[in-house]
């Protein structure tokens, strides 16, 4: 095999990656496994789920779908995910304003027991809502970013709050809230959830 070949399945290869229309679904197991630092576990585990909803409200699992499907809304590849060590990430258009060099390959997280308080934004251009979870003030710092470095993203690896876009970014703020409080964490004025249709 020659030099020219093997330069041009190399950029195939890479073509045909960069081309795939859907990103990798949670691929942290396999960041995990390359550093050594645990073994992958399973995803939105029930293990988290620390206390029972009230009467009336969502449960745990429901709870995360209604947050995903929120991301998703505004960007089908973005995710929403407890992760396997308890905890929520958020994949995709996460602490940006542009999506020109968003590759996946990176997520946010913070640990359910760290957050302060969550709000919910409104954009009046572009009519894209978002919510941003703060860290409490003796966690500051908590948000982590996790995967393999973009050159062309500036952001930087840690964050005292961080922001995804989603919808509807009010009753988001409220599912985000009460996940928060299922998982054993304490955010201020927490609302009622009910997924729509009062389920």
């Known amino acids: 095999m020659n030099l020219k070949s093997v330069i041009g399945a190399i950029a195939g290869t890479i ?53 995903d499907n929120g991301v998703k809304y505004i960007d089908p590849s973005a995710e929403f995910f407890v992760s396997f060590d308890g905890q929520m990430c958020f994949r995709g258009l996460v602490n940006r304003q542009e999506a020109y060099f968003e590759n996946y390959q990176n997520y946010w997280c913070m640990r359910p027991t760290h957050v302060n308080n969550v709000e919910a934004l409104e954009d009046n251009i572009s009519y894209i809502n978002s919510v941003r979870l703060w860290c409490a003030v003796d966690a500051p710092q908590c948000v982590h970013r996790f995967g393999y470095p973009n050159f062309l993203d500036e952001s930087g690896w840690v964050k005292n709050s961080m922001t995804a876009r989603t919808m509807p970014s009010r009753q988001q703020r409220n599912a985000i809230e009460h996940l928060v409080y299922l998982m054993g964490g304490r955010v201020r004025d927490v609302q009622t959830f009910l997924l729509p249709g009062g389920t």
């Open 15 to 67: 073509l045909l990656v960069g081309c795939y229309a859907e990103p990798p679904l949670y691929f942290a197991p396999q960041l995990v496994s390359v550093r050594n630092e645990a073994e992958p576990g399973e995803i939105n585990s029930i293990a988290f789920a620390l206390r029972s909803p009230p009467s009336g409200q969502p449960g745990y699992l429901e709870t995360i779908r209604y947050i």
